[in-house]
C-alpha cells in the first residue's frame, strides 16, 4: 500500500502542488495537463526529491525516513527519459536490480525470471545498444521487476512506444501483482488499464478513485478543457474514451 497525506512540492521557492493526498493498493495512474507537476510528484513519492509538506508511507513505513538501500528494497522507479549504456548487455542491466538485496559475496537472482516475464530472454547476451526503443524500455521493466519490491513508480511508461509495446508494457505491469503508480497522458489507456485514477488539477488533486468512476466527462472538462464520453460496447472488455472536441 501507498498512502499520499497532505504532499506539497516546491519547484525554486514555488509552490507548484498542494495537499496531493490518496491511497492505493492497487494500479494507479496520475494525469494532468503538461507542466502541472505529475513527475515532481512522482519523484517526491520516491523519495528523489523532499516534499516541503506531507508525507508518503509504504506499508506503514515514511519514505523520507528510510536509508537509500531500504528505499530500494521496498520501491522502485523508472524515470521518463532513463537510458541504458551501450556497453552493457541485457542481462547485466537488468542484474542491476537485484543490487539492493545483494550482500557482497552473493550472486544476482531472478534475472532470467525478470527477462522470460517481458518476453526477453532470447536477448539476454544482446548488448543494448543493439535493441529497438521498445526493447530497451523492456529491458528497464525487467530491472524493475528484478528488484522485487512490493512498490513500483514509473514515469510515463509508454512515452515514445508505439501502440504495441505500450499495451505489451502495460500488460506486463497489470500482472505484476504490486502496488504500480504512474504518470500518464493517454487517458484511455489510463482508464483501461489502472484500477485507480488520481486527476491533478490548479495544483491539487481534482479527483481520485476507480479509475471508471474518476474518469467521467466532468472531470476531463475541468482538468484538460476539452469534451469527451465513456463508450462501453459489449465485445469491449473494458470501456473507452473518446475525446470529442476542445472547449
Known amino acids: 500500500m501507498i498512502e499520499v497525506s497532505g504532499i506539497s512540492c516546491e519547484v525554486r521557492g514555488t509552490t507548484i502542488l498542494h495537499d496531493i493526498s490518496f491511497t492505493t493498493t492497487r494500479t494507479c495512474a496520475i494525469v494532468g495537463v503538461n507542466g502541472i ?4 510528484l512522482l519523484r517526491t513519492l520516491a523519495g528523489i526529491r523532499k516534499a516541503a509538506a506531507g508525507q508518503v508511507l509504504i506499508d506503514g513505513h515514511p519514505v523520507h525516513l528510510m536509508k537509500p538501500r531500504e528505499r530500494a528494497t521496498r520501491l522502485a522507479f523508472l524515470g521518463q527519459e532513463e537510458v541504458l549504456g551501450g556497453d552493457l548487455k541485457v542481462h547485466e542491466v537488468v542484474a542491476l536490480g537485484r543490487l539492493p ?3 557482497p559475496w552473493e550472486k544476482g537472482g531472478n534475472v532470467d525470471e525478470a527477462l522470460a516475464q517481458v518476453g526477453l530472454s532470447h536477448l539476454k547476451d544482446r548488448y543494448c545498444d543493439e ?3 521498445g526493447q530497451r524500455r523492456l529491458v528497464l521493466v ?3 521487476i528484478a528488484q522485487d519490491t512490493p512498490v513500483v513508480l514509473l514515469d510515463e511508461p509508454t512515452n515514445h512506444l ?3 509495446h505500450q499495451l ?3 500488460e506486463i505491469l497489470r500482472g505484476l501483482n504490486k502496488v504500480v503508480v504512474a504518470t500518464m497522458h493517454d487517458l484511455d489507456l489510463a482508464l483501461a488499464h489502472f484500477d485507480d485514477v488520481v486527476v491533478l488539477h490548479e495544483g491539487t488533486v481534482l479527483a481520485t478513485g476507480p479509475s471508471d468512476e474518476v474518469l467521467v466527462p466532468e472531470n476531463i472538462r475541468k482538468a484538460f478543457r476539452v469534451q469527451a464520453q465513456v ?3 459489449a465485445q469491449l472488455e473494458r470501456p473507452h474514451l473518446v475525446i470529442e472536441e476542445k472547449e
Open 231 to 233: 463508450v462501453r460496447l
Open 37 to 40: 507537476g505529475k513527475s515532481t
Open 101 to 103: 538485496h545483494m550482500r
Open 142 to 144: 525487467a530491472r524493475m
Open 168 to 170: 505489451e508494457i502495460l
Open 162 to 164: 508505439d501502440v504495441r
Open 131 to 133: 535493441l529497438s526503443g
